[in-house]
């Protein structure tokens, strides 16, 4: 797993526990101290923001967790999945595209990166050259031909 995408992860939980654990409960002490709380816009957004903080940050330690458990020996050495660098066959375009399948925090169309979690990703996995494959994207239908398959074990 890249060790940028945890430290991305590691350095948000951390700034969002620190406003859990230590900003949010002064605004809201000094938001209470101007009164009728059922009445007191400063209070509600404070809380609301809190509510907005800890379920992020259940979110985030779970990703964390699925991260984690990326087990490499998994990973097939013959197919396309997570880290493959893929050149396809767009037979709608007739043009040849070439991708890598990231995480969805890595993800970044324009630079050819695209999400395993996306419809294209989702539907190139298990893949292998020769292969054709077709995929209903936001904007439309698209078939693509698998031309090259470079593997994370590969790189």
């Not at 698209?142 to 590969?154: K, L, Y």
Request: aromatic residues 4%.
């Amino acid at each position: 797993m890249p060790t940028e995408i945890v430290k991305k992860l590691q350095n948000e939980i951390q700034a969002l526990e620190h406003e859990l654990n230590h900003e949010l409960p002064k605004e809201i002490k000094v938001a209470r101290a101007h009164g009728d709380l059922s009445e007191n816009a400063e209070f509600q957004m404070a809380k609301e923001r809190q509510r907005f903080v800890a379920a992020r940050l259940v979110q985030l330690k779970q990703r964390l967790a699925e991260l984690s458990l990326i087990n490499m020996s998994n990973i097939p050495k013959d197919k396309i999945a997570w880290g493959s660098k893929v050149i396809l066959y767009d037979l709608s375009r007739d043009s040849e595209i070439e991708y890598r399948l990231v995480t969805t925090e890595e993800a970044d169309v324009a630079k050819g990166l695209i999400s395993t979690s996306s419809p294209i990703g989702r539907g190139l996995m298990g893949k292998q050259v020769g292969d054709t494959v077709r995929i209903n994207t936001p904007n439309g239908a698209r078939e693509f031909e698998v031309r090259e398959v470079v593997t994370i074990h590969d790189q």
